[in-house]
Structure formats: C-alpha cells, structure tokens
C-alpha cells in the first residue's frame, strides 16, 4: 500500500496518510469546490488499508476551518474508522483546536458524540 500525501490548496486541507505508521493527518482549510473528489481518495484508502493492513490508526486532524459540505465527507472519513474500531482494530483520532476556537471545539464535540470511540479533543494553546 503506498504512502497518500496530498499537498494544501488554497481550498483543501494537507493530508499525509502513512501506511507503515498508521498515522494519518490533515490540517489547513477543507473548502474543496468538489468536496467528494477530494474526499473520495481518503475514504478509498482506509478501506484499502482496513482490508489490507488492519494495524492501529491515529487520525490528527488540525483544519483552520471547514465548509458544510467538507463536514459531511470528513464524517465519512470518521465512519470509514469507526468501522475499523468496531472490528477491533484500534483507533484513535484527535481533533485539534485554536484555544479561542469555540466553533471547532463544538465540532469536534459534534463528532465525538455522534462516533463513541477514541476521540480526544486537544487545544492548541497561543
């Protein structure tokens, strides 16, 4: 399985998934005119690495900010681990904040509740 980087645009996010670490990240702004052709690769991935790997994941996730539609497919992103948790492989995903950033905090709190599996919620403190 090779290595998924893909480099930030002025409206997607950076996304370095390693298959040999298990760590996947994402950070910058997700406002993609096509949030499905952005997202598609990541998702396509996971399934790839839950049946062809299956080893632990970490997820960091460190956008500024995210459109509506970015939400939807990031949601995705998180059910695509949250299948791999529920199948015992294990997981974990955290979710970074600007310490004054009461938005993405509620988000990340969004998501926590809605997955029930490892979700940490850290602040990135000024």
């Known amino acids: 399985m090779e290595h998924l980087q893909l480099e930030a645009t ?3 996010a950076y996304i370095d998934f390693n298959p040999t670490t298990g760590k996947i990240e994402m950070s910058g702004r997700s406002v993609p005119e096509n949030p499905l052709e952005f997202f598609n690769p990541l998702t396509n ?5 839950h049946k062809e790997i ?3 994941l970490s997820f960091d996730v460190k956008l500024e ?7 939807k ?7 695509k681990i949250l299948l ?4 015992g492989i294990q997981t974990e995903i955290t979710w970074w904040c600007e310490e004054f950033d009461d938005d993405m905090v509620e988000a ?15 602040i990135i403190e000024e």
Request: glycine content about 2%.
């Open 65 to 71: 900010y995210f459109n509506t539609s970015s939400s």
């Open 54 to 56: 299956a080893q632990p």
């Open 73 to 79: 497919c990031l949601l995705d992103v998180f059910k």
């Open 45 to 49: 991935w996971l399934e790839t690495y």
């Open 108 to 122: 990340g709190e969004d998501y926590k509740e809605m997955l029930n599996m490892p979700f940490n919620i850290k």
């Open 10 to 12: 002025p409206t997607s």
């Open 84 to 87: 791999m948790h529920r199948a």
